[in-house]
């Protein structure tokens, strides 16, 4: 079915002008970018966002690592879009990460893994609704 996923291009990506080629990726894996604006993400945006890992001991560093530099939040949308995201993206540590994924050609560490995605059709949906008005999507 035809699902759309929240993507984010994180501080460590953004800040080595790494946006086109990660776009790049996506979409020569069939997604299309169906919505994307760059925004400096504040520290109580970045940590209401990874509320969920909130007890985590890189908590802290999540944040502060997202809020660095600017991001690129996008909504990409396409068949299996949160499934297929997730293989292009590879694992989220990059030294586990498949050949030609973002993470393998692109982080720099487990924690700046260059990209974030969602990991259900369920939180993908919230996550889109944290960052985008249903109006500034626009397949
Ligand atoms: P992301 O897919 O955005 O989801 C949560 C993020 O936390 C993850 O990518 C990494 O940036 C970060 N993360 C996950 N595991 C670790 C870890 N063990 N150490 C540091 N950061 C991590």
């Avoid at 299309?32 to 909130?54: C, E, M, N, P, T």
């Avoid at 990059?94 to 982080?107: H, I, N, Q, S």
């Amino acid at each position: 079915a035809t699902e759309r996923t929240l993507s984010i291009i994180k501080p460590d990506a953004t800040r080595r002008n790494l946006t086109g080629k990660i776009n790049t990726v996506f979409e020569d894996s069939g997604l299309r970018i169906v919505a994307q604006k760059r925004i400096q993400l504040s520290d109580a945006q970045a940590g209401a966002f990874y509320a969920v890992h909130k007890e985590r001991p890189f908590y802290a560093s999540l944040v502060s690592s997202m809020t660095a530099a600017p991001v690129v939040v996008q909504v990409l949308e396409g068949e299996n879009a949160v499934l297929r995201h997730r293989e292009v993206m590879g694992a989220t540590d990059p030294k586990k990460a498949d050949a030609g994924t973002v993470r393998a050609l692109y982080a720099e560490s487990i924690e700046a893994n260059s990209v974030h995605g969602s990991d259900s059709l369920e939180n993908a949906k919230t996550e889109i609704a944290f960052f985008f008005a249903e109006t500034e999507i626009l397949p």
